[in-house]
Antibody, heavy 121, light 105 residues
Framework: QVQLVQSGAEVKKPGASVKVSCKAS????????IQWVRQAPGQGLEWMGW????????NYAQKFQGRVTMTRDTSISTAYVELSGLKSDDTAVYYC??????????????WGQGTTVTVSS | SYELTQSPALSVSPGQTAIITCSGH??????AYWYQQKPGQSPVMVIY???KRPSGIPERFSGSNSGNTATLTISGTQGMDEADYYC?????????FGGGTKLTV
């Protein structure tokens, strides 16, 4: 079945970096963009950006530019998001989700299980 | 930047119709998507391209989008529908989410 499986929870100190992975299975990895969305405790969904696994093209939300890096390894059907300069308000659940982009942009039809990132001294 | 606005909360009794709205400038010119999120779970798409239901989503979920407002309607609301609901649209090549509506049944 189609699924996105994310790496496990992380605890980081302020100023550090974190890298979360998202492994795709059950479909052709390069056919769908991978989006990254985070959710702080008790808050709504916040879009971080996307990566096109086929070309490596990326688009980051303005808020995260300069601090986020999205990459992929097509040989293992895995996407990554790395966030640097962590602050306490980066504490959140980080989700990956896939989006079909054919003619136009579509919605996020499959989501990963989420990765909890806690930033604490 | 483009913004989507949702009412924070809605309460309905079981069996009633829940209407959740999402407002944005000329939102009807874009496609609207809706996601349901229950506590401790990942979001699930319940409506795509304004009014289409993904496989496995009950028929009581429906959507519309016109003018500046997209609407998610849940007919015959059940206790299992209690969740947060988020609308989403694309602005150029950027994703925009609404702030979410907490539905209490």
């Amino acid at each position: 079945q189609v699924q996105l499986v994310q790496s496990g929870a992380e605890v980081k100190k302020p100023g550090a970096s974190v890298k979360v992975s998202c492994k795709a299975s059950g479909y052709t990895f390069s056919d769908y963009y991978i989006q990254w969305v985070r959710q702080a405790p008790g808050q709504g969904l916040e879009w971080m950006g996307w990566i096109n696994p086929n070309s490596g093209g990326i688009n980051y939300a303005q808020k995260f530019q300069g601090r986020v890096t999205m990459t992929r390894d097509t040989s293992i059907s895995t996407a990554y998001v790395e966030l640097s300069g962590l602050k306490s308000d980066d504490t959140a659940v980080y989700y990956c989700a896939r989006t079909l982009v054919v003619v136009k942009y579509h919605g996020m039809d499959v989501w990963g299980q989420g990765t909890t990132v806690t930033v604490s001294s | 930047s483009y913004e989507l606005t949702q009412s924070p909360a809605l309460s309905v009794s079981p069996g009633q119709t829940a209407i959740i709205t999402c407002s944005g400038h000329k939102l009807g010119d874009k496609n609207a998507y809706w996601y349901q999120q229950k506590p401790g779970q990942s979001p699930v798409m319940v409506i795509y391209e304004d009014m289409k239901r993904p496989s496995g989503i009950p028929e009581r979920f429906s959507g519309s989008n016109s003018g500046n407002t997209a609407t998610l309607t849940i007919s015959g609301t059940q206790g299992m529908d209690e969740a947060d609901y988020y609308c989403q649209a694309w602005d150029s090549n950027t994703v925009v989410f609404g702030g979410g509506t907490k539905l209490t049944v």
